[in-house]
């Protein structure tokens, strides 16, 4: 079988190592590009950028969602002055808006943090939620998301 390929001409079809050779060529390109747009998003010293580009790294998030989550943390942190580094990358944690577990959000954290003891994430899930930063949902377990995110949600 012939397939199609380039301004009209067919070439027969590439055998599994050429493929997996393209393919290979194609995700070193990709990631070559990547790191010069963390790199650029870095180096510009805006905090929201810098922190979008921390969780495109972190959590392999596209570009947009990446910018859209770094500005509901900075959002958050505008709002809220006082927070220790934990507090801080729970909420970056959470930036995705989707609802979390605590096993999940201590598995975020620790991917941002390098460490992080699901007992201490806990006990600072419980101090957001005191400040109304965190809304626990969830029926059937409990599930936590940004109070940001929700109302994001029904704004739209």
Do not use: H, W
């Not at 199609?4 to 590009?33: A, C, D, S």
């Not at 959590?59 to 220790?84: G, N, Q, W, Y």
């Not at 934990?86 to 944690?93: G, L, R, T, V, W």
């Amino acid at each position: 079988m012939l397939t199609g390929y380039g301004q009209g001409r067919l070439v027969p079809p590439q055998n599994e190592e050429e493929r997996l050779n393209r393919l290979e060529k194609l995700v070193e390109t990709i990631l070559y590009k990547l790191e010069q747009i963390e790199s650029m998003l870095r180096s510009t010293g805006d905090p929201e950028l810098m922190l979008a580009a921390e969780l495109v790294s972190a959590f392999s998030l596209p570009a947009t969602k990446s910018l859209e989550a770094a500005s509901i943390v900075m959002d958050i942190l505008k709002r809220i002055r006082v927070l220790d580094q934990i507090s801080k990358s729970i909420i970056e944690a959470m930036s995705t808006c989707e609802p979390l577990t605590i096993s999940e959000i201590t598995r975020r954290v620790r991917e941002l943090r390098g460490t992080a003891s699901r007992r201490i994430v806990r006990e600072r899930l419980r101090r957001l939620m005191e400040k109304q930063v965190i809304v626990e949902t969830g029926e059937k377990r409990r599930l936590y998301i940004l109070r940001k995110c929700l109302e994001n949600k029904q704004s739209k």
